[in-house]
């Protein structure tokens, strides 16, 4: 079918949508910030069988939704209407939600109902909700919807007719008056809640050490305490602010816009306060944390028989210098370890979506800060491909996007939750990209469709990912499940006799990689290209970083996505002779259970 989609942004939940869709033959064209006359004028120039919007700000224009169907995907159960549905599902502590695909109407989300999902609602941020279990639900329901219209004969109904009709409940726009943090009286559950719901946009509006902030993130803390309000703790990065009857920890904050002031961007909590952070107790996660301790960290390291499981979870997948460093001590202590297999993940959400270029924004020489962020990521990388004394796996609860992806491929199995995205390639940044993916990339998918990643600069599926070798094993489970699901296969594997040879084998195999071709000249190759746009101030990265980092609304939709076809090449980064042609290029061997 030909499928047009049309959405404020390509967020997760469209990127998703677009690639599922492909995946099962529909021909998908994307419109994007579309205003009355540009969404009327791709109508015509694309002529849809269907039209979907996964996530719309605006209305569409009568003359479109009389003369075409438009499918909305509204982020609420049966009857919910309002534009801050998850903000008030978080808000009223629900324990289910759903998501509805909505027929366009003239009044918004009041259209028939084609289908609708229920998903839970764990205790997590909304964005992470919006991008893990929502996803779920949004995905299965647009299916549901689009199979419903491709056959013809379903009819759509009112929201409040049919068996399971439901009371319609016009829930307000959530504003910051709503939002707002009663440090004197309100409990570390209720901090936690207003929290949650505000993350990750736009965040608590607060008063901290006598300027006002956004507050983003909120996680909890087990047995740090003080006067409500006040600031007791930082644990890398993040801020600890004590409630009435405990503590939370806030990984970053953003400063109020000033009144015709530039765009502000959120950064790690110690960062944005600077010299007025007072002197404060750094205060590391203990050690071992087990079930029973709550305490935010985001790095964790436990073991089971034979398996270590070192997962990560850094705020919008964005890996600093700093947050790099730590990883890569934890990954030097997790292999210091007697174990035969190393899981490095998170338990959900985002896996990383590369260097930090919020940091890398704010810093006095952003240059510097990309070669140093960088040169950590491989630094990383390549303690993760040199590991040759057990098996390293990835596991991917959620999407990856550029030097985020290549992290994950230098490990020997990539594990991937089915309905993660991954965006692997660079140059809608800018960039050529480093990582080791010269190596990585074309190892495991050959040249051509290494290529051709790098060039479509396209979001594809966990399934695309698995068939094209990006991704060695599907992991079919909700969000919450996924950590679960992986520690039971992980140890499994690592008690397995065949593991021991494996690991031989790959001992050997990177030693003959390496007389072939030394990692260390893959690195130089991609840091050369590198260092030259990070120190020349006119490259389009510098101004394509600033642009994302203070979310400038995109001008239309760009070049690559406005076709429904597949393999157009972009101008932004890739020049002539930046082809990997001529790479070495290796499927990656099986596993034993044929994974
Ligand atoms: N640095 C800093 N922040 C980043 C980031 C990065 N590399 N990647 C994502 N984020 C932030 C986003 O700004 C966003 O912040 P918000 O929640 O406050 O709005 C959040 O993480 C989630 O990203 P968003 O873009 O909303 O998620 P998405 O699922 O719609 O899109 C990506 C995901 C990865 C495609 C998109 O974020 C992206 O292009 N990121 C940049 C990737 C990159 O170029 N990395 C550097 C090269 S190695």
């Given amino acids: 079918m030909q499928i047009l989609l049309v959405a404020s942004a390509f967020n997760s939940l469209t990127q998703r949508v677009h690639a599922e869709l492909r995946d099962r033959g529909h021909t998908v064209s994307v419109e994007l910030a579309p205003h009355g006359e540009s969404l009327r004028a791709a109508v015509r120039r694309y002529e849809p069988e269907l039209i979907v919007a996964p996530m719309l700000k605006t209305a569409v224009p009568r003359e479109v939704w009389t003369a075409h169907t438009c499918l909305i995907v509204h982020p609420g159960p049966l009857g919910d209407r309002g534009p801050s549905s998850l903000d008030w599902a978080i808000h009223e502590n629900a324990s ?7 027929q366009a109407d003239a009044e918004m989300d009041a259209g028939n109902v084609w289908a609708t999902v229920a998903c839970p609602v764990p205790p997590v941020g909304k964005s992470d909700l919006y991008r893990n279990e929502v996803s779920d639900a949004a995905m299965a329901a647009v299916l549901l919807a689009v199979d419903r219209f491709a056959s013809g004969t379903f009819t759509p109904r009112a929201q409040d007719s049919g068996a399971d009709a439901a009371d319609v409940q016009v829930r307000p726009y959530v504003d910051q008056r709503l939002r707002r943090i009663h440090w004197d009286s309100d409990s570390a559950e209720t901090v936690l809640r207003k929290l949650r719901a505000a993350d990750s946009q736009p965040g608590v ?4 050490l006598g300027a006002d902030w956004y507050l983003h993130g909120g996680h909890p803390e087990d ?3 003080g006067r409500p309000g006040e600031l007791v703790a930082t644990r890398a990065g993040a801020v600890c602010r004590a409630t009435t009857d405990g ?10 816009r000033r009144t015709g002031g530039p765009a502000t961007f959120k950064l790690p909590a110690t960062t944005a306060l600077g010299d007025r952070l007072p002197a404060l107790p750094e205060s590391p996660a203990p050690p071992h944390l087990d079930g029973r301790l709550r305490t935010w960290s985001d790095i964790r390291y436990r073991e089971e028989g034979q398996a270590g499981f070192l997962s990560f979870a850094f705020p919008g997948g964005a890996m600093s210098t700093a947050q790099c460093r730590r990883l890569l001590d934890a990954y030097r202590t997790a292999c210091s370890r007697p174990t035969s297999l190393l899981v490095l993940g998170g338990t959900r959400d985002f896996f990383s979506n590369g260097i930090h270029l919020n940091v890398i924004e704010e810093a006095a020489d952003p240059g510097e800060e990309s070669w140093a962020n960088i040169n950590a990521m491989d630094d990383l990388v390549e303690a993760v491909l ?5 098996l390293v796996v990835s596991a991917l609860g959620g999407n990856a996007a550029a030097g985020g992806v290549m992290l994950a491929l230098a490990a020997d ?11 692997p390639h660079y140059r809608l940044m800018g960039l050529f990209g480093s990582e080791y993916w010269t190596y990585t990339l074309p190892r495991r998918v050959g040249t051509d469709t290494a290529d051709r990643l790098m060039d479509d600069a396209l979001p594809v599926s966990a399934v695309t990912a698995q ?5 060695d094993r599907l992991v079919a489970c909700g969000p919450q499940d996924f950590a679960a699901e992986v520690a039971a296969t992980a140890v499994r594997l690592a008690s397995m006799p065949a593991t021991q040879a494996r690991i031989a084998a790959k001992k050997a195999d990177r030693e003959r990689d390496e007389t072939v071709r030394p990692l260390a000249s893959y690195r130089q190759e991609e840091l050369v290209r590198m260092h030259r746009v990070f120190f020349d101030p006119d490259a389009p990265y510098h101004a394509l970083r600033r642009a994302f980092v203070r979310k400038e609304p995109s001008a239309g939709t760009p070049p690559h996505l406005a076709s429904g ?3 157009r090449h972009g101008e932004v980064a890739r020049r002539p002779g930046d082809s990997v042609t001529g790479m070495a290029s290796r499927k990656a061997a099986p596993g034993p259970d044929g994974c």
């Fill in 223 to 225: 047995s740090l305490r």
């Fill in 96 to 102: 289910e939600w759903g998501v509805t695909v909505l």
């Fill in 205 to 208: 509006l607060d008063e901290l």
């Fill in 413 to 423: 199995e990539v594990w991937c939750r089915a309905g993660a995205v991954l965006n």
């Fill in 467 to 471: 068939r094209l070798g990006l991704v």
């Fill in 386 to 390: 040199t590991t040759t004394d057990r």
């Fill in 565 to 567: 076809l597949p393999g």
């Fill in 247 to 256: 503590a939370v920890w806030i990984p970053e904050l953003r400063p109020r």
